[in-house]
């Protein structure tokens, strides 16, 4: 078989693989419950048509059922999220849950495993790093950056919340840019919240490598943000069906917005802090520039959703 071949072959399964084989036509008697039934699932008690006598592939899934892995495959899901991102993710939002692992318990999991790593690796990388305590002498502003590197110590730790807290400032300007896409239009908030779900996971996984690399600390920081978005522009092509260059500037807009949103929330945050300390110079300070963050999102949010409006009804036009 010639290469083009092997990859038309590929992108076929991208786009639709098998992900569960019908048995449709064999008659099956259920052991559990004694009903005769045609499919994969006894439709009274819901047991396997498959499941044969005990054997150590039963000890296996019996062991993994306690971490909740002996259902749908962990190994398999991640496999299809790291070769097939949007059509997998498109998959899970459109109805098809079984198709993967339950997206948030496997955030959790693949964070803890990268965690174990890192801190075998690095055992600095669990230390808390803040070692000048609290005081109420403190100056509002120490205050605020006392409040504000505990955040950065807890999440950077729990790398789990950590992607999912910067990957959600992108859910409402993903919303926005790709709300009348060719594929998946219309896509919910909620939805956006799983899209993002997946791609932390993708952003742990990135942080694992990144963690394990060999080069200095300025040029992995370099190529892991190079490499989220290569991820986020191939899972956004496959997931919302734009060419490149209509999925790359529309992520482009995405990201910078979705930065500004990161810190008009952290300018937010200043604001009440400083207002609990009745510090009225420092809010007036920070109000202003929470305006301009504000509008530096609206804007190009705006342009691009006018935009993309007149582009769909060319298009069905």
């Not at 054997?55 to 991640?78: I, Y």
Request: glycine share 6%; proline share 4%.
């Amino acid at each position: 078989m010639s290469f083009k071949k092997k990859l038309e072959n590929f992108h076929r399964w991208q786009r639709d693989p098998e992900y569960f084989s019908p048995n449709h036509e064999k008659k099956n008697h259920c052991q559990c419950c004694g009903e005769d039934f045609t499919g994969n699932y006894c439709p009274t008690c819901g047991q396997r048509a498959t499941l044969g006598p005990i054997n150590w592939e039963s000890v296996r899934t019996g062991v993994m059922d306690v971490w909740g892995l002996g259902g749908r495959s962990l190994p398999r899901t991640l496999w299809h999220l790291l070769l097939r991102p949007g059509y997998l993710i498109g998959d899970y939002i459109s109805g098809k849950r079984q198709v993967s692992f339950p997206p948030v318990k496997m955030l959790v999991i693949v964070a803890l495993v990268t965690y174990l790593i890192a801190n075998w690796t690095d055992p600095s990388f669990s230390e808390d790093t803040i070692s000048r305590p609290f005081s109420d002498s403190m100056s509002s502003k120490d205050k605020f950056n006392y409040y504000f590197s505990y955040f950065l110590d807890y999440i950077l730790i729990h790398i789990d919340w950590f992607s999912l807290f910067i990957l959600s400032s992108l859910i409402v300007p993903t919303w926005v840019a790709y709300r009348h896409a060719p594929q998946h239009s219309h896509h919910t908030l909620p939805q956006g919240f799983f899209i993002q779900v997946f791609n932390s996971i993708v952003l742990v996984l990135l942080a694992l490598f990144a963690t394990l690399s060999y080069f200095n600390d300025d040029a992995t920081s370099i190529i892991f943000g190079v490499f989220i978005f290569l991820h986020l522009l191939r899972t956004y092509k496959q997931l919302f069906g734009y060419n490149w260059w209509g999925t790359t500037w529309r992520l482009v807009v995405v990201a910078t917005t979705g930065s500004f949103i990161l810190i008009a929330v952290l300018v937010l945050f200043a604001i009440i802090v400083f207002a609990i300390y009745g510090d009225w110079e420092l809010i007036s300070k920070n109000y202003d520039n929470f305006l301009l963050y504000v509008l530096a999102i609206v804007i190009p949010l705006g342009i691009t959703h006018l935009i993309n409006k007149r582009q769909a009804k060319a298009a069905k036009d």
